[in-house]
């Protein structure tokens, strides 16, 4: 028969007043405890539930130490990220570190366990396709960069350093994810790989290695360029979504085929072009865009303006024209902002005004921001 809370306090006060009767003392508990320390575990247990429905720990491979070591080092980089040490260090402070057996763990097994997941990249990147890639379905890609220390890494070279350390080499990395942003694979590459070359090994990768001959590919104009769409136009089954360079938009507005005056009535217009064979141009005007672009600019000319300045000041009757003008040209150079300004050399100075027509010009599309893409009305509105 089921008892009730009032039965339940019953029997307990009857049980306090046995223990009683045959001496014993007893104490609240929270007077008879000392708590010296504690872990912290909640937010380790909201991390670890998601894991387990995502079935992380099956796919990183079967159980075993190497993937204990891997799950906790995931886990961690979620939670508190943190250089491999410090994460190592880390483990005894929470109680992931308990739970998975990682507590005291030294480098070497966490690099070991590396290795161990290394040879596993295939497999679980080929999964991951399965799981969230079909034919048909876009991905989007794109390029980025880290900066190295030390002389051993093989891949490590100079090149285009978005993270703007001269004089660092870097490393390269290309991640594709589904079009909701899930991590699909990630290749890593020479540090002066450029983005249209690892572009194409991702259309590559997609095709060959997932096994799939209908794909939409998404990346932006600096990484699907005039050449790479060409050579993709030779993939059967592989499309494109990017967008147009401000030169090829002014092209559009000077010869007619896009007319700034459509945008008074309505936010989108598609159309075509004889330069984009088989392909549709969807023109968007967005006011925040062309606030924040105007903004910037602004910016970088004040900041180029005061540089200027300063090399004014400094080479005044000191320098002959051609020291001069190298000066001049790497501050314009690190700002971009070398057409928005008109100058004048003589033997010991320069001036500087900007250049109005110009920045006009530019501010005319900063409002405007045109897709290219390959893709049908019938397949993507």
């Known amino acids: 028969m089921a008892t009730t809370p009032v039965d339940r306090r019953r029997h307990a006060l009857d049980m306090q007043i046995r223990e009683s009767l045959t001496g014993k003392h007893l104490v609240v508990a929270e007077e008879g ?25 099956a796919l990183l491979g ?5 993937r204990d070591i891997i799950y906790a080092l995931i886990l961690a980089r979620a939670i508190r990220p943190a250089s491999k040490l410090a994460t190592s260090r880390w483990f005894k402070d929470s109680t992931l570190g308990v739970d998975l057996g990682v507590v005291g763990i030294s480098t070497d097994e966490i690099y070991s366990a590396m290795d161990w997941l290394y040879v596993r990249q295939g497999t679980i990147e080929a999964q991951l396709a399965k799981r969230h890639l079909q034919e048909g379905s876009r991905v989007l890609y794109d390029l980025s960069s ?21 004089g660092k080499t870097q490393i390269e990395y290309g991640l594709m994810t589904d079009v909701d942003g899930r991590p699909i694979s990630i290749e890593v590459f020479s540090g002066n790989t450029g983005d249209p070359s690892a572009f194409v090994n991702a259309v590559n990768m997609t095709r060959d290695r ?10 932006d104009r600096g990484m699907i360029t005039r050449a790479r769409i060409e050579a993709t136009r030779g993939l059967e089954g592989a499309k494109w979504i990017t967008c147009l360079r401000a ?27 004889p330069d984009y064979p088989d392909e549709r141009l969807i023109a ?22 005061k540089e200027l300045e300063r090399v004014q000041a400094t080479v005044l009757g000191h320098q002959s024209k051609h020291p001069i003008a190298l000066k001049v040209g790497r501050v314009l150079d690190r700002h971009k902002m070398a057409e928005h300004f008109t100058l004048e050399f003589q033997d010991e100075n320069f001036n500087f005004v900007r250049d109005t027509n110009s920045i006009a010009a530019e501010a005319g599309l900063d409002e405007i921001y045109v897709i290219r893409t390959s893709v049908s009305q019938e397949e993507l509105d």
């Open 62 to 66: 079967p159980a075993c130490r190497e």
């Open 284 to 305: 968007c005007r967005n006011p925040d865009l062309a606030r924040l672009r105007a903004n910037k600019r602004e910016e970088l000319l004040v900041a180029t303006e």
């Open 210 to 219: 997932f096994g799939l001959k209908e794909l939409i590919m998404v990346g």
């Open 146 to 166: 880290s900066w190295m220390e030390g002389t051993h890494c093989p891949l490590a070279a100079y090149g285009y350093s978005r993270d703007h350390k001269r």
């Open 33 to 57: 405890f000392e708590i010296k320390r504690s872990l912290p575990h909640g937010h380790l247990a909201a991390v670890g539930a998601m894991a387990n429905e995502l079935k992380l720990p």
């Open 247 to 273: 030169p090829q938009i002014r092209t559009l507005i000077d010869g007619g085929s896009l007319q700034l005056g459509l945008f008074d009535e309505t936010n989108l217009a598609a159309i075509t072009h």
